[in-house]
């Protein structure tokens, strides 16, 4: 075990649904005392988050980890990062460990910037010198300078984001370990921690990335992992075997219209994005869209009260989790008010204007107050080849972000 940095062996985590446990006698005992006075409560039902994992990560290794939401991924790096315990199994670590999991997960919101990042340090293990060595690098990363001072309850998301990263990447330790929560911050610092990342693997540092964006997963990974319904479905050395059959098994249920049966969510309890439909411009339903042609996406929903101020989004990314076309409401300043028991929201493109390939949809319905209804990666739609302009085909035009005419209804 001299070159392993990370023995995962016979890893089970089970989780109770429906119950409660306070961990104090006396709520147990009033929770109980409940249940016998309310027989015919539904018992409480358990679900295996993760079944059987093992795993072995050399030092110097970056891994990736890929799988739908609800797989298991961030179970698996929270009883990595010690934050919750396996129900069975045995995990050994050797050597120190940082991890960014989510947004302002270890540090303490009533501390300063600069509090923390001394917190985050002493938790280390390192000695207040040692820290202050690192203090003015770790500070120019984030970006933050001004706000050093600040308690971390006022900082926004990116701003967490932005000093989480800055700290696990550059106090001192020999394994990091990084959730989708780098997806907050903005284009240009993603970049600038891609790049970090890339320097922590050429100094021998071992790093678990979990990220649906798998062209992060392709290029930056030695190693990837494919969890399936808690079960690691796959685990290789050849990255890209492991991303293909992802897309083929994981991501073949996106080519259901329905999206009512979708766990993998965020919604109010009064919302509910329930179908999905492709229509041409006579509106009948298609199967594919076809660049150059117009195309109608409609969103069915049900509502158990009307909403105002209503936005929606839609955005395209390959397969490779590249965004390619955001299709947002907010752009042409609309906002909408939503019918009670139901209805559709119609994104209406005059022409497709990608090229012929297959691209993951994200829908998106919200309030300035709440999300009404969020699915990544809610349904997969196939494009084929057409012409965009007349004199030639659109097959050759590759930017990285198509900006394209549009409207919501």
Known sequence: MSDVAIRIEHIWKKYRLGTTNYYSLKED?????????????????????????????????????????GSGKSTLLKILSRITTPTKGNVWIKGRMSSLLEVGTGFHPELTGKENILLNGA?????????????????????????????????????????????????????????EVLAVGDLEFQKKCLGKLHNLAHEGKTALIVSHQLGLIENMCHKAVVLQQGEMAMCTPHVQSAIQYYQQNTLAYLTETNLADRQDRQRHAQFLLHKIELLNEAGEPIPFATTGKPLKIRLHYEAGQAFSQVSVALKFKEMNGNAKILLWTKLLNKTYQTTSPAGYFDC?????????????????VETPFEKLDWIQDAYQIQVAEGKYYPESSIQNYQESIVFTDFTWE
């Open 123 to 179: 938790i280390l293990g390192m000695t207040k010198r040692e820290i202050k060595a690192q203090l003015d690098e770790i500070i120019a990363f984030s970006g933050i300078e001004a706000y050093l001072d600040t308690p971390v309850k006022r900082y926004s998301s990116g701003m967490y984001v932005r000093l989480a990263f800055a700290v696990a990447a550059h106090l001192r330790n020999d394994i990091i370990v990084v959730d």
């Open 29 to 69: 005992l009033l929770h109980w005392w409940r249940g016998l006075a309310h027989k015919n409560q539904a018992l409480p039902t358990f679900r295996w988050a993760l079944q059987d994992i093992n795993l072995d990560i050399k030092q110097g290794e970056t891994v990736g980890i890929i799988g739908k939401n």
């Open 348 to 364: 209406v493109l005059p022409k497709v204007a990608l090229s012929a390939q297959t691209y993951l949809l994200n829908i998106l």
